[in-house]
């Protein structure tokens, strides 16, 4: 408690530890990735196989609908209809926060910076893969009443679900430097 209130001028509560890991997580931040590279005048950062999935990105995979500006998420929550897994049959989401019906099974929408090091997807760790992941959302997720109406099948064909990926990759930077 000592500690705590010397860093954060307050006691350790569950609302305080979930604001400075908030504050935390702010703090790491993915740089000189191919894609930052890339956007910044370098044209061959990213090879065309990444460029193609960054037009899907924008484009067809609607992904920037929701994972845009420079950490590529807008912080906002939403239902995608995951599938739930593990020990809670279901899991409530923001719906635990708000208690308001819209906010059931929503969850933050999470970066893509450095994406391929953090498996498994989703809140709860349903997909082990990216290529699982984009299946998914491909299908336009599974049907929940409050689901997004953003998410709607994608009709993606296989050679552009590899260049997504391709793009995805193009988003990890220099390994990130934590100290504590």
């Keep these: 408690q000592k500690q705590f209130r010397a860093?954060?001028?307050?006691?350790?509560s569950l609302?305080?530890?979930?604001?400075?890991?908030?504050?935390?997580?702010?703090?790491?931040?993915?740089?000189?990735?191919?894609f930052?590279?890339?956007?910044?005048?370098?044209?061959?950062?990213m090879d065309e196989a990444a460029i193609r999935g960054m037009a899907i990105f924008k484009g067809?995979?609607?992904?920037?609908?929701?994972h845009n500006g420079p950490n590529l998420?807008?912080?906002?929550?939403?239902?995608?209809?995951?599938?739930?897994?593990?020990?809670?049959k279901v899991d409530l989401g923001r719906y635990a926060v708000t208690r308001m019906e819209a906010d059931k099974g929503a969850f933050k929408t999470p970066t893509l910076r450095s994406?391929?090091?953090?498996?498994?997807?989703?809140?709860?760790?349903?997909?082990?893969?990216?290529?699982?992941?984009i299946d998914f959302l491909d299908k336009g997720g599974e049907a929940s009443p409050q689901v997004t109406p953003l998410?709607?099948?994608?009709?993606?064909?296989?050679?552009?679900?590899?260049?997504?990926?391709e793009f995805l990759k193009a988003l990890t930077g220099e390994p990130l430097k934590v100290t504590m």
């Design 7 to 12: 860093v954060f001028g307050k006691d350790a």
């Design 15 to 34: 609302q305080s530890v979930a604001e400075a890991i908030a504050a935390f997580e702010r703090s790491i931040v993915s740089t000189n990735s191919p």
């Design 36 to 45: 930052d590279l890339y956007v910044m005048g370098n044209p061959k950062a």
């Design 60 to 66: 067809k995979g609607r992904c920037i609908l929701c």
């Design 73 to 88: 998420t807008d912080n906002k929550f939403y239902n995608l209809g995951v599938p739930q897994v593990g020990s809670l």
């Design 115 to 133: 994406i391929i090091e953090t498996a498994p997807y989703m809140h709860d760790g349903v997909f082990g893969t990216l290529e699982e992941v």
């Design 151 to 165: 998410l709607k099948p994608l009709g993606l064909s296989a050679d552009e679900k590899k260049d997504l990926i």
